[in-house]
Structures are given as C-alpha cells and as structure tokens.
C-alpha cells in the first residue's frame, strides 16, 4: 500500500517575514469508498452477501447513533471508541451553566491501536505497512507529469525536502 503526499509551504504565523517551512501533506485520490463498494469487497471474502452486509452496517449505525444519543460511548474492539462531545458558552457562575449553552455536538473516533498506521520501517507484514510517495513521482509513474510541472520547481527551491517540522509534519485541516 502507497499513500501520495504533496509538499505544501506553510507560513509561520508569528514571521512577519513569510517564512515558513514544507510539510507533507497526504492526497486522497479519486473516488471515497462507498457503503456499496466495501459491501462488495466483504462479500468476496466472505461467505455473506453483498445485501446481507449492507443491512447489518446500515443497522449498525442505526444502533450506534442510538447508543451515543442515550449518552454512551461506543467501544469496537479493534477499530476504536466512538464517543460525544459539545462546543459550549462558558459562563461565570455555575447556575448559568445550562443546556441551551451548547453550541455543537459533535462525534469523536479515538482509533484502536490495532488500526493505528504503523510507520515502523521494521514491520514485517505488509499490509500493516504504509509507503509514502510523493506526487511528483508517482505522476510519473503514471507518465503524467508535464513540462514546467509548479511541484518540480517548488521542490528545487526548498532543496527537495519534504520532511515534517520538528512537531513531525503537519496534517491536513479537512475544513479547508
């Protein structure tokens, strides 16, 4: 498994001076897995079909809602913790603390280590391991990278360093 990163120039905020630094910022290529395409992958391996595994997810997230809506977490063993929690007003007093004081519910996934990506380089099964490349080669590897490519003359000014900051890179908001 390859995921493709993009070298992204981030200003620092506090530089008056526009500096900043190059983080590897992961790209998502075409199309999101859908219900429908993981429901046929299951069924290939397994003996269920496609049909089954469609009803008992979809009923799972019926349940799960349920479940986090009465005020429960929702543990899977080894894929993680769903749980609530609320963007609220604070207030000076106690007794001004109330409901209408949330602002936004929203759902948290705290991932099981069991799916965690590993990035040790000394993993031996290779579906627990993730290669990176960036997408100046993986466009050519697809024999798609064009002349005056903006990426190629970014990296020759940075050196072609692509690494993270000393925090270890910066992820991608997904809100921008």
């Given at each position: 498994?390859?995921?493709?990163?993009?070298?992204?120039f981030?200003?620092?905020p506090?530089m008056?001076?526009?500096s900043?630094?190059?983080?590897?910022?992961?790209i998502?290529?075409?199309?999101?897995?859908?219900l429908?395409?993981?429901?046929?992958?299951?069924?290939?391996a397994?003996s269920?079909?496609?049909?089954?595994?469609k009803?008992?997810?979809?009923?799972?997230?019926?349940e799960?809602?349920?479940?986090?809506?009465?005020g429960h977490?929702?543990?899977?063993?080894?894929?993680?913790?769903?749980?609530?929690?609320?963007?609220?007003?604070?207030?000076?007093?106690?007794k001004?603390?109330?409901?209408d004081?949330?602002?936004?519910?929203?759902i948290?996934f705290?991932?099981?280590?069991?799916?965690?990506?590993n990035?040790d380089?000394a993993?031996?099964r290779?579906e627990?391991?993730?290669?990176?490349v960036?997408?100046?080669?993986?466009?050519?590897?697809l024999?798609?990278?064009g002349?005056?490519?903006?990426?190629?003359e970014?990296?020759e000014?940075?050196?072609?360093?692509?690494?993270?900051?000393e925090?270890?890179?910066?992820?991608?908001?997904?809100?921008?």
């Amino acid at each position: 498994m390859s995921v493709t990163y993009k070298p992204v120039f981030r200003a620092n905020p506090r530089m008056q001076d526009g500096s900043g630094k190059y983080y590897p910022q992961l790209i998502v290529w075409g199309k999101s897995a859908t219900l429908d395409t993981l429901a046929e992958q299951m069924a290939y391996a397994s003996s269920l079909t496609k049909g089954d595994i469609k009803s008992v997810l979809t009923n799972f997230v019926t349940e799960m809602r349920r479940e986090l809506y009465n005020g429960h977490s929702v543990n899977i063993d080894g894929f993680g913790v769903f749980s609530l929690s609320a963007q609220s007003v604070g207030t000076e007093k106690k007794k001004d603390c109330v409901a209408d004081n949330i602002k936004a519910v929203r759902i948290n996934f705290r991932a099981s280590s069991a799916i965690r990506p590993n990035l040790d380089p000394a993993t031996t099964r290779a579906e627990d391991r993730i290669d990176f490349v960036d997408l100046e080669t993986q466009l050519k590897r697809l024999n798609l990278q064009g002349e005056g490519n903006d990426l190629a003359e970014d990296e020759e000014e940075d050196g072609g360093n692509a690494s993270g900051g000393e925090d270890g890179g910066v992820t991608e908001d997904p809100l921008t």
